[in-house]
């Protein structure tokens, strides 16, 4: 029943948006630019190279509490069936007691020489020292939720579709969670980490605040006139960023080595535009600014020098971390069993940490052979959707900065927003193409070294990602650009019968063909929708019903929605990736 009522709410918001997208004309871009300033309107692909050098990156510590949860993981591995068995469900136990008094009892089990226990002897042991997954949250009413808000999608008149939104919305009061007192007067007996205020979760098997999710769920919410539980999830993202310097991929203590897309800044402006908070704004500022460091610093930033003997700066997803995801950690160590010493084996896993840092995890689009899971190399890549949502943050910065009185922040941010929009012209632009594409790096290249741009580094396979761009305005307000990519995008094969697919490249891997995506959907379209070209803008109104109608059939069809979609099928929800697909609200992303 729990999981028939986590419908991830991704989708719900990608849905609110979408529809209120169909329903009304968009604002007038003039008035858009002078409210704010402008938003950003491979077939290279050389062998697996971890054999060369040595990781030397820097490690994120874990937790004593982490290390002896992996352990259970693997017996766990061990004992169950693989179709019984969820890893993450192991690592998000919590101790009933001590850790020392737990690990004893644990080493007195009989064992295989597998590391493998009889089922009865496990289960009766998880039982007996440690509380279930998820019982270190709190279900909490949410402060401002209404069961028909005022002013709630007005112009969806359609009455079946405006009582499919109204369904979706209730499911918020399922996913509002506080942190427990345990977590807070007892953290070393959690990996949930403590968190302020209460929020939302995604749902099903995550039980714990996201970081990119968060801005999907904050555009649902404030759909759903629910500004101050929009405004609780920005002050639990910068107590994260408070603590440790960046935004956490998640609120567990595992995740602590990486980060996840940076759309911080994104959701303050979208609270801001909807609610004029100045305090939120003064706020978020300061940490904004520490997150823009975080994600300049050496390890994530490299140069290239283009052929007008320019020098720019762009960023990688890199994680600090050089182990088997302790989330995953049982299946991290059966891919990489196929490498021959220890170095190789932290060099792949630093390259699956950084997939999960991007969100991608996993795609064809990060491996240097795409039928080789194990040629991973993440870190050897320029995202260009990444260096386009640190192109936003700029731009928002730059914005904030403006209302708060700090000209010369503000300045500085704008500066560097049309440096960066030049790079994209140099680095990441395919005329032939009309796309911008991700760049692969020259493997062994330090951050510091610039790089010269080779024609042959940009990875030339068709991505959604290669569209996301369009979704800064400092892009979509240049019109010509936007038909060139619109037609670009109509002929690319990624436009399907239910929205746009990941990718061309059949993997089963769960960020490729056929699945879709809302947080791509809705970058898109609303990308699309922004522009003053009447073709683009009614591209955007056909993805957006494709994706709609896709979602309201597998609705009715399952009683939930879902994190993907096959877009080959109306109605069909996706398949692919380590996990079971999943079901939550915490996701609802706009059809």
């Not at 990875?459 to 979704?471: C, D, I, K, M």
Request: aromatic fraction near 12%.
């Amino acid at each position: 029943m729990f999981i028939r009522l986590n419908i991830l709410f991704f989708h719900s918001t990608v849905i609110y948006h979408l529809l209120s997208l169909l329903s009304e004309r968009p604002p007038h871009l003039l008035s858009l630019l002078s409210e704010r300033p402008p938003m950003a309107a491979a077939n290279h692909s050389p062998s697996s190279p971890y054999s060369c050098g040595k990781d030397s990156g820097p490690v994120i510590p874990t937790t004593s509490l982490v290390t002896f949860l992996e352990r259970i993981q693997e017996t766990a591995f061990q004992t169950y069936e693989r179709s019984k068995f969820d890893h993450k469900d192991f690592i998000d136990l919590s101790l009933k007691f001590d850790l020392s008094t737990t690990v004893k009892a644990f080493d007195e089990i009989s064992k295989t020489e597998n590391g493998s226990v009889s089922t009865k002897d496990f289960e009766e042991f998880i039982g007996k020292w440690f509380k279930s997954a998820g019982e270190d949250l709190v279900y909490v009413e949410p402060m401002d939720f209404e069961t028909e808000p005022h002013g709630f999608l007005p112009k969806v008149e359609n009455p079946e579709v405006r009582a499919w939104a109204l369904e979706v919305h209730g499911l918020w009061k399922k996913l509002s969670r506080e942190v427990s007192s345990s977590v807070h007067d007892h953290p070393e007996l959690h990996t949930l980490l403590p968190l302020p205020v209460p929020g939302m979760i995604p749902g099903s098997r995550f039980r714990e605040v996201y970081y990119w999710d968060s801005y999907w769920v904050i555009r649902g919410l404030l759909a759903s006139k629910m500004h101050e539980t929009a405004k609780a999830i920005v002050t639990n993202l910068i107590s994260l960023l408070d603590t440790y310097g960046y935004v956490l991929n998640g609120a567990r203590a595992y995740y602590t080595n990486r980060s996840q897309p940076p759309l911080l800044s994104a959701m303050v402006y979208e609270i801001y535009n909807r609610t004029g908070d100045v305090d939120l704004v003064k706020k978020a500022l300061p940490a904004l600014l520490k997150e823009y460091q975080f994600w300049n610093s050496e390890i994530h930033t490299m140069i290239i020098h283009d052929a007008e003997n320019c020098n720019h700066s762009l960023n990688r997803y890199y994680a600090m971390w050089n182990k088997p995801r302790p989330e995953a950690s049982a299946i991290d160590k059966r891919f990489a069993s196929k490498f021959l010493n220890v170095n190789e084996k932290q060099k792949f896993y630093r390259e699956l940490a950084s997939t999960a840092e991007s969100g991608w995890d996993f795609s064809t689009r990060w491996m240097r052979n795409p039928s080789e899971f194990t040629s991973l190399s993440t870190t050897t890549i320029l995202p260009v959707d990444l260096n386009a949502f640190i192109l936003r943050m700029e731009l928002d910065i730059a914005f904030f900065a403006k209302i708060v009185g700090e000209d010369a922040i503000a300045e500085d941010f704008l500066t560097a927003s049309h440096t960066r929009k030049k790079a994209f012209n140099s680095v990441f632009w395919n005329e032939n193409m009309g796309q911008w594409v991700d760049y692969w790096l020259n493997y062994g290249a330090e951050p510091k070294e610039p790089q010269t741009w080779e024609a042959q580094n940009q990875n030339q396979n068709v991505f959604a990602s290669n569209f996301v761009p369009l979704w800064i305005d400092l892009f979509n307000s240049d019109t010509p650009l936007v038909e060139k990519v619109t037609r670009s995008l109509q002929s690319s094969g990624l436009l399907r019968a239910a929205g746009i697919a990941t990718s061309l490249t059949n993997s089963g891997h769960q960020w490729d063909f056929p699945n879709g995506w809302a947080p791509i959907q809705h970058m898109i379209v609303e990308g699309l929708w922004r522009s003053a070209s009447i073709e683009a803008r009614k591209v955007a109104r056909d993805i957006a019903e494709r994706w709609i109608r896709a979602n309201y059939v597998a609705y009715k069809k399952t009683g939930t929605m879902h994190e993907k979609y096959n877009v080959e099928k109306c109605g069909e929800y996706g398949a692919g990736g380590i996990y079971r697909p999943q079901v939550s609200v915490g996701r609802m992303e706009w059809c």
